[in-house]
């Protein structure tokens, strides 16, 4: 995740009193960067569990083909219980619970309170809709750290890709219903070519409605099979949203509005922001870079991990259909510490064994090499160029002109499924 408003918020200080903030403590594991870290002392990853696949829509776009139906083999109570005490062993610090619908998994607030109760910081990812005032209630009084609820768009847009008249109200909704009662709630956007048009009017809603987070998830790939990426519109729309996006965080931090806007799925966005304050603010650019290369772009199978409905270990929700382990068999301080799975031990490898022009590009560090599922999808190969990077060659520091012989574009449709494994309501 890419916290917009954290750097915004330190530009905007800087330039009050004359003085980058002094940054915060590095919380972020980096293999053979963290040698001031005692060994055992490193924080665990932040866990986005999907406890369920089962869900009351049947979205176009749901990367897991849920229903409104049971599945078999799920992770019962007891073993829940297990995998969290070793979660909390392991010191991951954060649970998300997520779906399908997570809402409907009957020991949802049994499982919620327990990982309050452990001191987790507990998020819960929902698509809003089964969310009415005792409901709302019920998560209130759990004491959720924070709540996302997914919003394609406005109300037309949204029905239609969720399928379901009545949807867009009924999510709204939950959002009145939640913000009353002091639940710190968020809206979760993914930008596709079908609900572009609509990423303004949502900003304003957020406004409208004091939200307290927008999170931009990018859309890995837009539908043109076969252009050549440099030229692809997909990516200038992308630019022009997280333009906007910049425009609107800098503009809260300006007026110490109570706003996060953060990003997920391109680290790319870290060098983009950092070209925004270069532009703009360049005494601060230094700054800023020594910040983002502590961040450190990707960090799944590091700093993120996933745990399906089956118990099933994923380096990240966009690696549903790469397991790593399961839960029923190890337990997953075993499975995560152990790099003989060669995808982990590529993640895990500081710097990562990239390939392309993610190789030679300038930003790198600041980066990572973004989403190695992109590139794995489109050629097999984990460690080539990741094709939603949206930069161009002159900006990476490549020779300017050699953007043409970028990988060309998968169907949307196809890398549209797996895209939503981060959003996953
Ligand atoms: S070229 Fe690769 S490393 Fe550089 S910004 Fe783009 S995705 Fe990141």
Redesign the pocket.
């Known amino acids: 995740m890419f916290r917009i408003s954290q750097y915004m918020r330190e530009i905007a200080e800087a330039e009050h009193t004359g003085r980058y903030p002094i940054p915060a403590p590095r919380l972020r594991q980096q293999p053979g960067k963290d040698a001031g870290v005692a060994a055992g002392q490193q924080p665990g990853p932040v866990v986005i569990w999907n406890l369920i696949r089962r869900c009351n829509l049947t979205c176009k776009h749901c990367y897991a083909l849920s229903a409104d139906h049971e599945y078999a083999g799920e992770l019962s109570w007891n073993e829940v219980v297990t995998v969290m005490d070793d979660l909390k062993a392991f010191r991951v610090p954060v649970l998300i619970l997520s779906g399908g619908e997570p809402l409907m998994r009957p020991d949802i607030f049994d499982i919620a309170h327990r990982a309050r109760a452990m001191g987790f910081y507990t998020g819960l990812s929902t698509n809003g809709t089964l969310i009415d005032a005792p409901m709302a209630d019920r998560i209130a009084a759990t004491g959720f750290d924070y709540v996302g609820i997914s919003l394609d768009g406005l109300r037309e847009t949204h029905d239609k890709f969720r399928r379901l008249e009545g949807a867009f109200d009924r999510s709204l909704a939950a959002v009145r219903l939640l913000r009353a009662r002091g639940v710190k709630v968020g809206l979760r956007y993914t930008m596709t070519a079908l609900n572009a048009h609509d990423f303004a009017p949502l900003l304003g809603l957020m406004r409208t409605e004091q939200v307290d987070k927008f999170y931009f998830s990018h859309l890995n790939y837009a539908g043109r099979g076969n252009i050549h990426r440099g030229q692809d519109a997909q990516h200038l729309a992308t630019r022009e949203a997280l333009d906007l996006l910049f425009a609107r965080a800098w503009d809260a931090a300006c007026q110490c509005l109570d706003e996060e806007y953060v990003t997920g799925n391109?680290?790319?966005d870290?060098?983009?922001l950092l070209q925004w304050v270069q532009a703009r603010f360049p005494r601060w650019a230094d700054a800023l870079r020594e910040r983002l290369v502590a961040w450190g772009?990707?960090s799944s199978g590091v700093n993120v991990a996933n745990i399906d409905n089956l118990g099933h270990v994923h380096p990240d929700t966009m690696w549903w259909h790469h397991t790593i382990g399961d839960l029923r068999q190890r337990p997953f301080s075993q499975i995560w510490s152990d790099t003989n799975e060669p995808l982990m031990a590529g993640l895990k490898a500081f710097p990562r064994p990239?390939q392309?022009?993610?190789?030679?590009?300038?930003?790198?560090a600041?980066?990572?090499?973004?989403?190695r599922t992109r590139a794995q999808q489109l050629t097999g190969n984990p460690w080539a160029?990741?094709p939603?990077?949206?930069?161009t060659d002159e900006?990476?520091g490549?020779m300017a002109g050699s953007d043409a012989d970028r990988l060309a574009l998968t169907p949307f449709r196809k890398v549209h499924i797996l895209q939503q494994g981060a959003n996953n309501v």
């Open positions: 391109n680290d790319a870290g060098p983009y772009g990707n990239v392309g022009r993610c190789a030679s590009c300038q930003h790198f600041l980066c990572g090499g973004n989403t160029e990741d939603g990077c949206y930069l900006e990476i490549a």
